[in-house]
Antibody, heavy 120, light 109 residues
């Protein structure tokens, strides 16, 4: 059974850093395109970042230069390192897997999400 | 970047047909995907590549595309279909970018 479990969220001050983790089971993270998607309280979904199976990474303009997506193959875990956090980064962060039948462009399995709150 | 535009809300009575539209200039060149999200839950993929249905999604969910507009149709709406619905597209031709529509709240009256 495919499962994604995020952790690492919490309260952080503006300008601070946080690292989110997404532990996967039932499939191999490094063989799939994996993304982070976030949702601010009461708002819509926003794509944040993707890491391809080959290792290429891409970011939304809103986080470029501040966030870094990575993975640990032997731990089968996806990460999101978030630096220089701003109030507008406050959101529930989901990790999600892109199935091959979408060519990497959609997500069939999502974690339960982890809440990041940026506030002083 | 580009935008996808959805109506904020759609209301239907049980058993009727709900249609949720999503418009965007890139849609003739890119596939659209649809997600259902209920309060406090992660999104669920209900339509991929404009009109394909993932396994486990009821047949009452269907998708179509015409020019710059894609449409999610829910036939014979049930109370359990009340949720937020998001369209999404992605451009992976160069640097990757994915975009969501603003979401549509489906209310079952």
């Amino acid at each position: 059974e495919v499962q994604l479990v995020e952790s690492g969220g919490g309260l952080v001050q503006p300008g601070g850093s946080l690292r989110l983790s997404c532990a996967a089971s039932g499939f191999t993270v490094s063989s799939n395109y994996m993304s982070w998607v976030r949702q601010a309280p009461g708002k819509g979904l926003e794509w944040v970042s993707v890491i391809y199976s080959g290792g290429s990474t891409y970011y939304a303009d809103s986080v470029k230069g501040r966030f870094t997506i990575s993975r640990h193959n032997s731990k089968n875990t996806l990460y999101l390192q978030m630096n220089s956090l701003r109030a507008e980064d406050t959101a529930v962060y989901y990790c999600a897997r892109a199935p091959r039948y979408c060519g990497g462009d959609c997500w069939d399995y999502w974690g339960q999400g982890t809440l990041v709150t940026v506030s002083s | 970047s580009y935008e996808l535009t959805q109506p904020p809300s759609v209301s239907v009575s049980p058993g009727q047909t709900a249609r949720i539209t999503c418009s965007g200039d890139a849609l003739p060149k890119q596939y659209a995907y649809w997600y259902q999200q209920k309060p406090g839950q992660a999104p669920v993929l209900v339509i991929y590549k404009d009109s394909e249905r993932p396994s486990g999604i009821p047949e009452r969910f269907s998708g179509s595309s015409s020019g710059t507009t894609v449409t999610l149709t829910i036939s014979g709406v049930q109370a359990e279909d009340e949720a937020d619905y998001y369209c999404q597209s992605a451009d992976s031709s160069g640097t990757y970018q994915a975009v969501f529509g603003g979401g549509t709240k489906l209310t079952v009256l």
